[in-house]
């Protein structure tokens, strides 16, 4: 029995946010190991279009910026026609502003 038996992700969709680089390439690196289809988000076309090269054919892009909650609703549509149901969402796009949520402005 191998990993993927177990843990595989084979025909599933999955959509993470700051997928372009860092903690969010890599958290898309494991689920294309793991036979999902990825869609990586991002605000830098050219970071996500090299990210989208290193993870190979299972991986597309699209350019957002997660702080336009009025355009989420179509972002979502988009994603959904270009590539299938989202099966998976990571939430990975932050900040680094250091204050009470409460506090924070979207």
Same mark, same amino acid.
Do not use: W
């Given at each position: 029995? *191998?990993? @993927?038996? $177990?843990? =595989? ?5 999955a959509v993470v946010t700051g997928g372009g680089?860092?903690? +969010?390439?890599?958290? #898309? ?5 793991? +036979?999902?289809? !990825?869609? $990586?988000? =991002? /605000?830098?076309? %050219?970071?996500?279009? *090299? ?6 054919? *299972? #991986? %597309? *892009?699209?350019?957002?910026? !997660? %702080?336009? /909650?009025?355009?989420? %609703?179509?972002?979502? &549509?988009? !994603? #959904?026609?270009?590539? +299938?149901?989202? &099966? $998976?969402? !990571? @939430?990975?796009?932050?900040n680094t502003v250091k204050k009470p949520l ?5």
């Amino acid at each position: 029995m *191998s990993i @993927n038996d $177990i843990f =595989g992700l084979e025909g599933q969709h999955a959509v993470v946010t700051g997928g372009g680089s860092g903690l +969010g390439l890599a958290i #898309a690196t494991c689920f294309v190991e793991a +036979g999902a289809k !990825v869609t $990586i988000v =991002g /605000t830098n076309a %050219t970071k996500l279009a *090299s990210a989208c090269e290193t993870l190979g054919p *299972s #991986a %597309t *892009s699209h350019v957002f910026d !997660v %702080t336009d /909650t009025a355009g989420a %609703t179509g972002f979502a &549509s988009d !994603v #959904a026609k270009k590539s +299938g149901r989202v &099966s $998976i969402l !990571v @939430n990975n796009a932050g900040n680094t502003v250091k204050k009470p949520l409460g506090e924070m402005s979207v």
